[in-house]
């Protein structure tokens, strides 16, 4: 905070330029954000119409920092975080501080560690310079867990010859679907809940992807089918 006092003074005009044409406050108290180096200038002026004129000049330390809000990615998988520094911030002595340190598996102690939790987890940075300047964020990683997400059903597991039963996977509008074996015995091959006739027992083998992340869940069925009974003559 800027404070500027006097005895007599009835108006104040602070601005951070010479000829007071950006007036920043008239209050006699100012609170400055200099992004780097700034010359602050102060008039005051009396009843009688006097006035008189100030200076200073304020070096800022601040940190700056930036941090996306969150990130995802797939279970299992890593992703590398990086925080945006301002160019005054980049010149100092920083040091970086994350919690929680689970699932940070490098670089725990910089500007772009890398991540791999088990769950979505939410981390806090410090960040503070040789000044004892601090900055602080959070982070969101959240973590894809189709194994979750997915179930896997039939209507049937057990039928007879030829006939039709529904494979039911859940279905989301993101995701693609591939089962196999793709033959005549399975109405679509790129659907969630596809018809099958199996002749014969038959593991029908499903693989899902998330088609914005990439994320690949895999999974399987079996539908069992009843032999034809023989009927022999007497």
């Given at each position: ?27 006699p ?34 940190v ?46 910089t ?10 987890t ?87 992807e ?25």
């Amino acid at each position: 905070d800027l404070i500027g006092t006097s005895n007599s003074a009835i108006e104040f005009t602070w601005s951070d330029q010479p000829d007071y044409q950006n007036v920043l406050s008239n209050q006699p108290n100012f609170t400055a954000s200099p992004n780097n180096h700034a010359t602050y200038y102060l008039q005051v002026s009396d009843d009688a119409g006097c006035t008189i004129s100030d200076s200073i000049d304020i070096t800022s330390y601040a940190v700056l920092a930036e941090l996306e809000a969150e990130v995802t990615l797939c279970y299992g998988d890593s992703i590398q975080v990086e925080v945006i520094l301002s160019p005054l911030s980049t010149m100092a002595d920083l040091q970086f501080t994350w919690s929680p340190q689970d699932g940070i598996v490098i670089d725990n102690n910089t500007a772009t560690p890398v991540f791999s939790p088990f769950d979505s987890t939410q981390y806090f940075i410090l960040i503070e310079n040789q000044y004892g300047c601090q900055d602080a964020d959070t982070i969101q990683v959240i973590v894809l867990d189709m194994e979750m997400l997915v179930e896997l059903t039939a209507d049937l597991d057990t039928n007879n010859v030829g006939e039709l039963v529904q494979l039911n996977a859940t279905d989301t509008q993101d995701w693609l679907y591939n089962w196999t074996p793709c033959d005549e015995t399975i109405e679509a091959c790129n659907t969630a809940n596809p018809y099958v006739a199996p002749e014969v027992t038959t593991t029908y083998y499903i693989e899902i992807e998330d088609s914005n992340l990439g994320c690949i869940y895999r999974d399987s069925i079996t539908i069992f089918v009843l032999e034809k009974s023989r009927c022999e003559e007497p």
